[in-house]
Structure formats: structure tokens, C-alpha cells
């Protein structure tokens, strides 16, 4: 049976901002994004840590292994600064690896700046959840997340969640159903093969 909601987890990482130097604005451009886009039922849990690998690995494997996060979208702490290790730890707890979500981030990212390319942003999943690691900067978050369209609307470069409810679909196994995420189509189309497909009321 299908789970009636996707619980998907939040996660700022700022030194600075989790210290109350500057208020962090990593989580609302994730929520408000993401509030705007899916159309189906979302449950958030939302972690607003310091760029510390240890911290980032604890926290990670909470939201999978204790929360039950279905999907977590991190932001923060991936350049190539000494206190940038979110990728590290990312990799640190991951089950498998999945490459294909950093390399489409960083080329959507580049046709805006060519400092793009110093992005280390990694996808991965751990048990049966997907972990992106997306950029800091909140414009950034949106472009990725949701690609490139011309002016009439039509999709330039795809964005990155549109492949993020077929993922999901693919991790479910005999034991554990998963989420059936849907999305608004005039700002991301969620790719499924025709067999994968449901027909929603």
C-alpha cells in the first residue's frame, strides 16, 4: 500500500546562521519551493546545523534511519572551502551514490556562472531515502531544482526534480511502499514511464 504522505527533510548547514549571526534562509526557499510545486501530501522536518562533518553525518542518518524520511534536500557547504564538507558526509552515509544529480546541477548552474563548476553538490541514497545536497545561494536552489524554460515556457534544460518521484518510486520494495509524488506540471513535470504512471482522483 501506497504511504499517504512523503516526508522529506530540510537541512541548512551554516556555521553562521546556526550560530544566530544571520537568520537562515536555506529552509524557506525549500519549503516555499517546494510548497508551490507538489501537489501531493508532504510532511517536512526541517535541521538548521553547523558545517561540521560529524554533526551532518548524525543528523543525515537521523532523518533516514529514526525520522523515516522518504527524501532530503540539503543546502550549504558544498564549495570547495575548508569548512565545506556536506558532500563528504553525504558520501560518508550513503548506500549508493548517484552522480547524475550533481553533474545536471552544475550545467544548469553554468549558464549563469562559470564559477559553477567549483560546486561539489552530490546525490545519494541511503536505504530506501534520496539525499541531494543543492546549492547555498537561494536563486540557486530554485534553477536547479527546477531547470531552464525560454520565454514561451518551454523547458530549455531539465531541472533536477523531475526525475526525484520516479526515483522514489524505484526504492520501494515488498516491505516498505513508497510515496506517490506528484507535481504542479506548469513548473515541473515529474518524468514516469507510461507503466509507472497512476491514475489519481
Avoid at 28 to 45: A, E, G, R
Avoid at 109 to 120: E, G
Wanted: proline share 5%; with cysteine.
Amino acid at each position: 500500500m501506497t504511504k499517504e504522505f512523503t516526508k522529506i527533510g530540510l537541512v541548512s548547514i551554516s556555521d553562521r546562521a546556526s550560530s544566530g549571526v544571520y537568520e537562515d534562509l536555506g529552509i524557506p526557499t525549500l519549503k516555499k519551493w517546494l510548497d508551490n510545486v507538489l501537489t501531493s501530501p508532504v510532511q517536512y522536518v526541517a535541521r538548521l546545523i553547523a558545517d561540521e562533518q560529524s554533526d551532518i553525518e548524525s543528523t543525515l542518518i537521523d532523518l533516514v534511519d529514526q525520522e523515516g524520511c522518504d527524501l532530503i534536500l540539503t543546502t550549504g557547504g558544498t564549495g570547495p572551502a575548508l569548512r565545506d564538507v556536506t558532500p563528504e558526509a553525504t558520501l560518508a552515509i550513503a548506500d549508493k551514490e548517484m552522480p547524475g544529480f550533481g553533474e545536471q546541477m552544475r550545467q544548469i548552474s553554468l549558464n549563469f556562472v562559470p564559477t559553477a563548476i567549483l560546486s561539489r553538490q552530490v546525490a545519494v541514497i541511503r536505504k530506501q531515502c534520496l539525499i541531494i545536497n543543492l546549492p547555498g545561494q537561494p536563486k540557486a536552489i530554485a534553477q536547479t531544482l527546477e531547470g531552464l524554460k525560454d520565454d514561451a515556457g518551454i523547458v530549455k534544460v531539465h531541472g533536477i526534480f523531475a526525475a526525484v518521484p520516479y526515483c522514489l518510486d524505484l526504492l520501494a520494495t515488498a516491505e516498505r511502499a513508497m510515496p506517490y509524488l506528484e507535481t504542479n506540471e506548469t513548473i515541473v513535470l515529474a518524468f514516469r514511464p507510461k507503466s509507472a504512471i497512476k491514475t489519481t482522483v
